[in-house]
């Protein structure tokens, strides 16, 4: 079946450091990633949507200069957090999407990086 | 109204018992639905879909869908310890679109 590698799993970095999450289709080529934060007990929130070839688009709410997305592959996509704060600590997780048909999409999740500020 | 509900739960059942998990969803052109499991600490992972009215089973899980009524639902029989996990509705509503419930907690009480 299709898989979705993420690396690192798990990460600690100091505060106003940069750390980059990368996610890997393995078996097939992903023209759409989406990149989720979940925090403890909440559920998923989608951050933005990696398009390659193209700039991400971002929910509301999320800073585009802070999160900064490279999809620069049709395998790879790329999540670094900028200058992170302790209050970026989460777990991030990325998917990438598989075209079905012309019904949509099927979504495979990564394993998740949880990311930790100190 | 959210595009895509879900009882957050927890929806407690004993071990052995079905648990029966539902979803709704607003977009009447949505075309294709998918239950995905995520246990605590971890991504979430596929467990069904389903794109046509009717049911589909594979193993111990019955994925039900009713376009007409906008409701998807997953049963799972024989209920485990192990299956105790948040269980998340999701929904394709176009190509590229596909939106999540919040989730349903299960809870198998052995």
């Known amino acids: 079946g299709a898989v979705v590698s993420q690396h690192p799993s798990r990460v600690i970095c100091k505060s106003g450091t940069s750390v980059k999450i990368e996610c890997r289709s393995l078996?097939?080529?992903?023209?759409?990633m989406f990149w989720y934060r979940q925090f403890p007990k909440q559920s998923l929130m989608l951050m933005a949507t990696?398009?390659?070839?193209?700039?991400?688009?971002?929910e509301q709410g999320v800073e585009k200069d802070k999160f900064l997305i490279n999809h620069a592959s049709l395998t790879l996509s790329t999540l670094t957090v900028t200058s992170a704060h302790p209050e970026d600590s989460s777990f991030y997780i990325c998917?990438?999407?598989?075209?079905?048909?012309?019904?949509?999409?099927?979504?495979?999740f990564g394993e998740g990086s949880w990311l930790t500020v100190v | 109204q959210k595009e895509v509900e879900q009882n957050s739960g927890p929806l407690s059942v004993p071990e052995g018992a079905i648990a029966s998990l539902n979803c709704t969803y607003s977009?009447?052109?949505?075309?294709?639905f998918f239950w995905y499991r995520q246990y605590s600490g971890k991504s979430p992972e596929l467990i069904m879909s389903?794109?046509?009215?009717g049911d589909k089973e594979d193993g111990r899980f019955t994925a039900q869908l009713n376009k007409a009524s906008q409701y998807v639902s997953l049963l799972i029989r024989d209920s485990q310890p192990s299956d105790s996990a948040t269980y998340l509705c999701?929904?394709?509503?176009?190509?590229?679109?596909?939106?999540f419930g919040i989730g349903t907690k299960l809870q198998v009480i052995p």
């Open positions: 078996d097939f080529q992903a023209t759409t």
């Open positions: 977009d009447r052109g949505s075309q294709s």
């Open positions: 389903i794109y046509s009215n």
């Open positions: 999701a929904v394709n509503a176009g190509y590229q679109k596909v939106t």
């Open positions: 998917s990438a999407a598989i075209s079905r048909d012309l019904s949509g999409n099927t979504i495979y």
């Open positions: 990696s398009n390659e070839g193209s700039k991400a688009t971002y």
